[in-house]
């Protein structure tokens, strides 16, 4: 199971964090990633993280977004800062590569 929450509408420029809680058979399968797809495009890899926290990002993110784990809480996190209208999308997490089931997501607008 993956439940997805804290998204929400954001001004340009302002700052949300998502979590994710992941089942323990889901988060065990490292690494965990954040996900997202914006309307009519394909989802898309946002960033990952391994269990030992190495992390990695796509350029289109990198030095906006961080993502981190609670591995006590099987719980990934992404604190997403400065953002920008084209990072509207609704925001999944799973494994990485994804495991076949995907939560419901949580919806990012970034609009003014």
């Known amino acids: 199971q993956l439940v997805e929450s804290g998204g929400g509408l954001v001004q340009p420029g302002g700052s949300l964090r998502l979590s994710c809680a992941a089942s323990?058979?889901?988060?065990?399968?490292?690494?965990m990633g954040w996900y997202r797809q914006a309307p009519g495009k394909q989802r898309q890899l946002v960033a990952t993280?391994?269990?030992?926290?190495?992390?990695t990002y796509r350029d289109f993110v990198k030095g906006r977004f961080t993502i981190s784990e609670d591995n006590a809480k099987n719980t990934v996190y992404l604190q997403m800062n400065r953002l920008k209208v084209e990072d509207t999308a609704v925001y999944y997490c799973?494994?990485?590569?994804?495991?076949?089931?995907w939560g419901q997501g949580t919806q990012v607008t970034v609009s003014s």
């Open positions: 799973n494994s990485f590569p994804a495991f076949p089931s």
């Open positions: 323990r058979s889901i988060f065990s399968r490292n690494p």
């Open positions: 993280i391994t269990s030992g926290g190495r992390t």
